[in-house]
């Protein structure tokens, strides 16, 4: 017998259970910081060392936190579904649950990749991209994230 698709839609209040600072909400980060200056191609260009410096410390909160029982429970589907989750989210604890057909829409934080070619992507776990990190033809590297102003479907 065929399973039965399931589509699941997950965004910042999944995550945010689990420890992970929601970027919108009250308190979120961008009260604390300026996005343009750290979600965009023109903070990239206008300083690397604070957008790197914001997405390590993004990555350094994800390496402290757990999946919680919302995570737990979508990978307990899988039993019965055949089950695609779609998320807004850049962690990676949808996959830590046990979720194995995950689409993350924003991008992965624990992955970086090339500035000139974004075809070549690294797992970097929950490691630092720091300045002179480069990838194999010699580019910066930075991270995996679908910043404002850039389009989604080439970085898939």
């Given at each position: 017998?065929?399973?039965?698709?399931?589509?699941?839609?997950?965004?910042?209040?999944?995550?945010?259970?689990?420890?992970?600072?929601?970027?919108?909400?009250?308190?979120?980060?961008?009260?604390?910081?300026?996005?343009?200056?750290?979600?965009?191609?023109?903070?990239?260009?206008?300083?690397?060392?604070?957008?790197?410096?914001?997405?390590?410390?993004?990555?350094?909160?994800?390496?402290?936190?757990?999946?919680?029982?919302?995570?737990?429970?979508?990978?307990?589907?899988?039993?019965y579904f055949d089950v695609?989750?779609?998320?807004?989210?850049?962690?990676?604890?949808?996959?830590?649950?046990?979720?194995?057909?995950?689409?993350?829409?924003?991008?992965?934080?624990?992955?970086?990749?090339?500035?000139?070619?974004?075809?070549?992507?690294?797992?970097?776990g929950y490691n630092d991209?720091?300045?002179?990190?480069?990838?194999?033809?010699?580019?910066?590297?930075?991270?995996?994230?679908?910043?404002?102003?850039?389009?989604?479907?080439?970085?898939?």
């Amino acid at each position: 017998m065929q399973m039965k698709n399931l589509i699941i839609l997950t965004g910042a209040g999944m995550s945010s259970e689990s420890g992970i600072r929601t970027f919108r909400d009250s308190g979120g980060l961008w009260e604390e910081y300026d996005v343009t200056e750290v979600a965009s191609p023109m903070g990239w260009a206008l300083n690397r060392e604070l957008v790197l410096k914001f997405y390590n410390e993004r990555r350094q909160q994800l390496a402290g936190c757990k999946p919680n029982a919302g995570h737990f429970g979508l990978a307990a589907l899988e039993k019965y579904f055949d089950v695609h989750i779609i998320t807004q989210n850049i962690d990676n604890l949808h996959e830590r649950a046990g979720s194995t057909k995950i689409l993350h829409l924003h991008g992965e934080l624990t992955k970086a990749r090339s500035t000139t070619d974004p075809s070549l992507i690294y797992e970097i776990g929950y490691n630092d991209i720091r300045q002179g990190d480069k990838c194999e033809k010699g580019s910066q590297l930075r991270p995996h994230i679908v910043w404002f102003g850039e389009g989604s479907s080439k970085y898939g």
